[in-house]
């Protein structure tokens, strides 16, 4: 059988016959959420399609700064990603991932606390876990690298009653980054489930233990459930930012530490070959995307799903 | 010969206007940690931009340019000599300069990297546009190469440098980088060679072989910078400056083997005088002003810089005018005056690299006569210091790196890049 344009399609219900005046309205709804998108949307547009658009066709071309870049179909630097640095990507994969579970062991106890026992203090905590990071990142990871020097106040007393090795470091290890990015971004884990935890009705947990739930199984149970979108949202933000970081990299690594983001960084500005350096931002960006979508569709919330509220 | 920098004088015998400078948390010039994520779009949106080439010089003829009475200066932060008067800092070298000219100098020290400097104003040179600076310090090396290859510097007139023909050493005159000096004219030089903490060798280090010393695995600091490369190539007795692919692979073989080994701790982006002063690395590849003011400017601080037997690496930054300035008379004029040797005694006391005006030397014996006591020894352990005015021995001793095309830049980094990043 063949359905033409005029053929009703069976079951299919027709729009009611509407009255003039509740079309116009209508129209003017329609008009007024156009005309609150076009902000944001010219937003997304100039900020994040056009960039991306730009970073595309970049990884694209080929010439030199001097010469210009001309659009070439030319794929070769992304093959060359992977190729020449395989070993960056995936440093920065681990370390982004080991910094994000120990950041969210170490957040959420510490949010919880907070939350439910910070009483009037609540700000007052918060405040104080916030003031470091007042301090410049750069300056707070360098201090780092003076704190943990090989002679340094933290390690000489230990080799001096010889508890480690004389030639024990901490500095220039995978351990030292994954501290260094753990550190970084304690507080954006700890405030979104901060926030979650905030939001819990108290009388959720006094239900589940005036059901006989232990405290233990009421937090099992009720609280973290209910605390998911923060610790959700807190893992995207804490992971996407460290797998991108290579400032902790470039000061507490050492050899065989060495991760995208400082790659990315010298290609673009010590060896000015935009194309490849745009060729590995894609792909970095790419590799997080699928990570994200992944980890979505596993562990999301309908909240940032798309879905309705909890 | 030139072995080590002079015993360092303490804090207290240095002229005070020398330990301003020295002490002021100055940042390792020639080290770089681009943190610039900001510019990571301006450089993106600057290369897509623009996919013409083009060159606008061509126009420009000194015959017809006038002094104008404005001179828009970039360069490094702490590069030149500074006081600090009413809590307004000045700079005596620039106000003698208007004093005498009536040129008024606008100094800006925006220089952070030659690469990130460029970034900032090669869309206007691209775009034939004045950068809106007039004078620049660029270090020899593919930057000033590329800018020297697309035209987007103002050639040099000499007959505007008589005191560049007279005062300037024979070493700056004529550079492999820039023959004739048909766009450079040095603004101070300085050496790349080893540097160590003597409480954690045996002994002095006198040979760049110690870097490659497995007494040392894990003590070893060297250079996220293309110094590294050229140094190795000396330690394997290759000339840099002649050094062809080949060499380059059998450097970058040195290279790995020395890390596979464990004997590199880490590849430094900056900060390697920390981990020398830290007793992270005993050894570690150094920039010659770097370590003598850190000397002067940490108490207790004794680190020694060497310049290796097998030879050392030398750099040179350059004064240089961009394509399209719009006070070029003005900016040939103040490079002339900086050749002036009085002048140049005023910037070596505060700068402490090399200068590029040996005859300066007796003005800053001269200042130290002048004085006495503390001030007296500051000066003089700049006058004496090799690292300031080194001799024709010292120079023969030294070696550039090679002049490199962008295509071979983009080759020299492919086989070098991989050994520092991984």
Not at chain 1, 122 to 136: A, D, E, G, R
Not at chain 1, 139 to 151: E, G, K, N, V, Y
Request: aromatic content about 12%.
């Amino acid at each position: 059988m063949t359905i033409t344009a005029e053929t009703p399609i069976s079951g299919e219900v027709q729009p009611p016959k509407l009255h003039p005046a509740v079309r116009r309205r209508r129209i003017k709804q329609r008009f007024t959420i156009v005309g609150l998108l076009v902000p944001g949307g010219a937003w997304l547009a100039l900020f994040f399609i056009a960039p991306i658009a730009t970073l595309v066709i970049l990884s694209l071309s080929t010439g030199n700064v001097g010469l210009g870049w001309h659009l070439t179909y030319t794929w070769s630097n992304f093959s060359q990603s992977i190729t020449s640095y395989g070993p960056e990507f995936l440093h920065s994969f681990e370390f982004g991932t080991a910094a994000t579970i120990v950041a969210l062991l170490v957040s959420y106890p510490a949010a919880y606390w907070i939350a439910f026992y910070g009483g009037q203090r609540k700000t007052s905590y918060l405040l104080v876990i916030l003031l470091p990071f007042y301090v410049s990142q750069l300056i707070r990871t360098i201090s780092w690298q003076f704190i943990l020097a090989d002679q340094g106040i933290f390690l000489t007393p230990l080799k001096a009653i010889h508890l480690l090795p004389q030639n024990f470091h901490i500095l220039a290890t995978p351990w030292a980054v994954i501290g260094g990015l753990t550190y970084a971004q304690v507080p954006y884990m700890l405030l979104p489930i901060f926030a979650a935890l905030e939001r819990i009705d108290r009388s959720y947990v006094e239900a589940a233990k005036d059901l006989y739930a232990s405290k233990w199984e009421a937090v099992r149970r009720v609280v973290l459930p209910l605390s998911t979108p923060g610790i959700f949202a807190g893992v995207l933000l804490v992971f996407i930012s460290a797998v991108g970081d290579y400032v902790n990299e470039v000061i507490l690594g050492g050899t065989g530490t060495g991760v995208i983001g400082n790659v990315i960084n010298s290609q673009f500005f010590v060896n000015m070959n935009y194309p490849f350096a745009a060729a590995l931002s894609l792909v970095l960006m790419v590799a997080l995307l699928i990570l994200v979508i992944i980890y979505s569709r596993a562990l999301g919330t309908e909240d940032l799903m798309g879905g309705g509220t909890y | 010969m030139m072995s080590e920098k002079p015993e360092s004088t303490s804090a207290e015998q240095m002229d005070p206007s020398l330990i301003r400078g020295l002490t002021m948390p100055r940042m390792s010039r020639r080290g770089f940690l681009g943190l610039a994520g900001a510019g990571l779009l301006g450089a993106v949106a600057a290369a897509c931009g623009s996919s013409s080439s083009s060159s606008s010089s061509g126009k420009f003829s000194w015959s017809t340019a006038k002094k104008t009475g404005q001179l828009d200066f970039a360069n490094w932060p702490l590069y030149i000599d500074q006081e600090t008067v009413n809590g307004k800092t000045v700079y005596p070298t620039l106000q003698q300069f208007t004093k005498e000219t009536g040129i008024k100098v606008n100094y800006q020290e925006v220089i952070q990297g030659n690469t990130s400097f460029f970034g900032k104003i090669e869309p206007n040179l691209k775009a034939g546009k004045p950068t809106g600076y007039d004078l620049m310090v660029i270090s020899n090396g593919p930057i000033l190469n590329s800018l020297m290859l697309y035209n987007w510097l103002t050639p040099l007139d000499h007959s505007y440098l008589p005191n560049f023909a007279k005062y300037a050493g024979a070493s700056y005159k004529d550079p492999t980088y820039d023959p004739g000096n048909k766009y450079t004219a040095a603004w101070q030089s300085g050496f790349t060679g080893i540097a160590y903490n003597p409480k954690l060798t045996d002994g002095p280090i006198t040979s760049l072989a110690s870097l490659f010393d497995p007494k040392y695995a894990g003590k070893v600091g060297m250079l996220n910078a293309e110094d590294t490369p050229n140094l190795v190539m000396l330690y394997l007795g290759i000339d840099p400056n002649t050094a062809t692919e080949a060499d380059w692979k059998k450097a970058a073989a040195a290279m790995t083997k020395q890390k596979n080994e464990g004997i590199v701790r880490k590849y430094y982006q900056q900060n390697y005088i920390n981990a020398l002063e830290n007793g992270d690395v005993a050894i570690s590849i150094a920039y010659s002003g770097d370590i003598f003011q850190a000397n002067q400017s940490s108490k207790g601080s004794d680190l020694k810089f060497v310049v290796p037997t097998e030879g050392v690496y030398r750099w040179t930054d350059n004064m240089c005018i961009p394509a399209n300035s719009l006070h070029p008379v003005d900016a040939i004029t103040y490079m002339n005056y900086v050749y002036n040797p009085r002048v140049a005694a005023t910037m070596a006391e505060y700068i402490n690299y090399m200068t590029p005006v040996p005859a300066s030397k007796q003005y800053v014996i001269q200042d130290a006569d002048a004085t006495s006591g503390s001030n007296k020894a500051g000066l003089l352990a700049i006058a004496d210091s090799p690292l300031v005015y080194p001799d024709a021995a010292d120079f023969a001793h030294a070696y550039y790196g090679r002049n490199l095309s962008p295509s071979e830049y983009a080759t020299w980094n492919s086989i070098f890049q991989p050994i520092y990043q991984a």
